[in-house]
Antibody, heavy 117, light 112 residues
Framework: QVKLVQSGAEVKKPGTSVKLSCKAS????????LHWVRQAPGQGLEWMGW????????RYSQRFQDRVSITRSMSENSAYLELSSLRYEDTAVYYC??????????WGQGTVVTVSS | EIVMTQSPLSLPVTPGEPASISCRSN???????????LDWYVQKPGQSPQLLIY???NRASGVPDRFTASGSGTDFTLKISRVEAEDVGTYYC?????????FGPGTKVDIK
């Protein structure tokens, strides 16, 4: 079964970093671009960035440019999102999603990140 | 960045009746290859978003044919011919023409 399985919930203090994982099952993650999208409580969807299929180049939203890093591991068939200098407003559900035919056709179940002192 | 708007933001519907959601972008999503880089997603309560429509008017795999979508370069519409109870959720349009990809604010569809 083709799916994306994300890591579990995180609780972090302001100013620290969090690294989330997204493991592909049933397909090779590196064959497609992989995006990260987040959703703050009660809010809409916000695109954060992607890691390209093949070369693994990355592109980030300017909003997170200095704080975000997306990487991948071919051996783990996984992608990772690291967000640093966490703020209370980074509290959100973070989704990974596969990009096929100019759309996000497969989404992970989401990871809840809570930033709290 | 490309700004996406949607209307209405809230849409109470009666099962069996049609429904329509509008999405607009502040610049054309029509690329020189003829594709319109506009997708529709639905997020049902407690779930991850799921793809409904890609490239403006193409239904994703498994999407019922009561969902249709159309549009020009900047104005797009998602239509549900006969709403069913399972269609409750928030509908988002998203442009994938250029980064940053941007979403509309969402239209919450619920049953009257």
């Amino acid at each position: 079964q083709v799916k994306l399985v994300q890591s579990g919930a995180e609780v972090k203090k302001p100013g620290t970093s969090v690294k989330l994982s997204c493991k592909a099952s049933g397909y090779t993650l590196a064959y497609n671009t992989l995006h990260w999208v987040r959703q703050a409580p009660g809010q809409g969807l916000e695109w954060m960035g992607w890691i390209g299929g093949g070369s693994g180049d990355t592109r980030y939203s300017q909003r997170f440019q200095d704080r975000v890093s997306i990487t991948r591991s071919m051996s783990e068939n996984s992608a990772y999102l690291e967000l640093s200098s966490l703020r209370y407003e980074d509290t959100a559900v973070y989704y990974c999603a596969r990009h096929v035919s100019a759309a996000l056709d497969l989404w992970g179940q989401g990871t809840v990140v809570t930033v709290s002192s | 960045e490309i700004v996406m708007t949607q209307s209405p933001l809230s849409l109470p519907v009666t099962p069996g009746e049609p429904a329509s959601i509008s999405c607009r972008s502040n610049q054309s999503l029509l690329y020189r290859n003829g594709n319109k880089y506009l997708d529709w997603y639905v997020q049902k309560p407690g779930q991850s978003p799921q793809l409904l429509i890609y490239l403006g008017s193409n239904r994703a795999s498994g999407v019922p044919d009561r969902f249709t979508a159309s549009g020009s370069g900047t104005d797009f519409t998602l239509k549900i011919s006969r709403v069913e109870a399972e269609d409750v959720g928030t509908y988002y349009c998203m442009q994938s023409l250029e980064t940053p990809f941007t979403f509309g604010p969402g239209t919450k569809v619920d049953i009257k």
